[in-house]
């Protein structure tokens, strides 16, 4: 009885989707391709170079006091070492956290432009080519999607065109 029932609901549904017109995007695919999405990901580069360069003369410093700290030294001068050793440590890995929050502030907000300017794109092309559903292939939720139906390519063709 139950294979029976789930025959029929497997053999209803290809009717109810046939009756509407379905497509997919890749949302990630299109915020990391599209022309904005470049500039942004060369702007956090650029970001962690400048984080890199600010990190340097800390890490430098912690390499020349871990080779001072293999000298023949006196107990006071090695515990003088090891509390500055210490406190660059601690500086440089306040630095990285602050950088890595401010990084990711960054990035949220240049995505959260990126996905406003979506929107409106969007809800254009689902009126246009008169999509009934439209959904995001990078969601967990969608396993499988042929290439028939996955509108990504469009959608960055048309949001990069629509930002000149």
């Given at each position: ?34 022309e ?5 990901q ?7 170079e400048?984080?890199r ?9 912690m ?75 990078s ?26």
């Open positions: 009885m139950r294979v029976c029932c789930l025959l029929l609901v497997f053999a209803a549904v290809p009717s109810v989707f046939a009756q509407n017109k379905i497509a997919v995007i890749d949302l990630n695919r299109v915020m990391q391709e599209c904005a999405g470049k500039q942004l060369a702007e956090l580069d650029r970001f962690m400048t984080v360069a600010e990190a340097k003369p800390r890490d430098e410093r390499r020349q006091i871990n080779e001072e700290l293999e000298k023949d030294l006196t107990d006071e001068q090695r515990q003088v070492l090891a509390m500055e050793f210490e406190d660059q440590k601690i500086k440089l890995k306040r630095l990285q956290d602050d950088k890595m929050k401010e990084g990711r502030q960054r990035e949220e907000l240049g995505l959260s432009k990126i996905e406003k300017e979506l929107v409106p794109l969007l809800e254009k092309i689902t009126q246009e080519e008169k999509y009934d559903l439209l959904l995001d292939i969601s967990p939720l969608i396993f499988y999607a042929t290439d028939g139906v996955n509108i990504t390519e469009r959608v960055i063709s048309r949001y990069d065109q629509d930002q000149q």
